[in-house]
């Protein structure tokens, strides 16, 4: 089971080191963006990594967790045009993308599809007590789903207390399939 990572900023990145730790070794992380001071508070990033390629620098990081773990990275922009033929091989999919248009594009795209999506929405703030999980098919979404991240500042416990949701559902789905 390959699972796919849109994005790898603070739930991408957490929900990977989440997944390395708990013993998952195939991952394909799809992201354009690079590393930026900003990021420092809740990305598995370091300050002597800031200007590269996120993809390239979380493989690193994961790979020092777990030599083994097979990590295939895209540095590409997610895309309507682009999208099936990036995830095709994943199952499931974790939707870690900034933007409202972006995180809906993979909710459509997968929605109906046999793929298991779990999503973020509302990670900013500093209350954790709101986190809750929702399912709409083969879509789940965690957070408080309410906070955004343009009003809100985003602070690390927070990121990482979705992140855990996200991987606990991804872990409890790949335990029913095996």
């Known amino acids: 089971m390959m699972i796919g990572i849109a994005g790898a900023g603070g739930i991408g990145s957490n929900v990977a080191v989440n997944l390395v730790r708990s013993g998952v070794t195939c991952l394909k ?26 993809v390239e620098t979380l493989a690193r990081n994961l790979t020092r967790i777990n030599p083994e773990v097979e990590i295939t990275t895209v540095v590409e922009t997610i895309t309507p045009a682009n999208i099936e033929s990036l995830f095709a091989d994943c199952d499931p999919i974790v939707e870690g993308l900034d933007n409202g248009d972006d995180k809906k594009m993979i909710l459509e795209q997968f929605s109906s599809g046999k793929s298991l999506v779990v999503s973020a929405s509302g990670i900013a703030g500093l209350e954790v007590d709101t986190i809750t999980s929702r399912r709409l098919g083969n879509c789940h979404i965690v957070g408080d789903m309410v906070s955004d991240c343009s009003t809100n500042r985003l602070y690390a416990h927070k990121v990482l207390a979705v992140a855990a949701r996200m991987t606990a559902i991804l872990l409890q789905h790949g335990t029913q399939h095996e």
Do not use: H, T
Request: no cysteine; aromatic share 16%; net charge negative.
């Open 29 to 54: 992380i799809v992201d354009f963006d690079r590393i930026e001071p900003s990021n420092l508070n809740r990305q598995f990033y370091f300050a002597d990594q800031v200007g590269g390629l996120k």
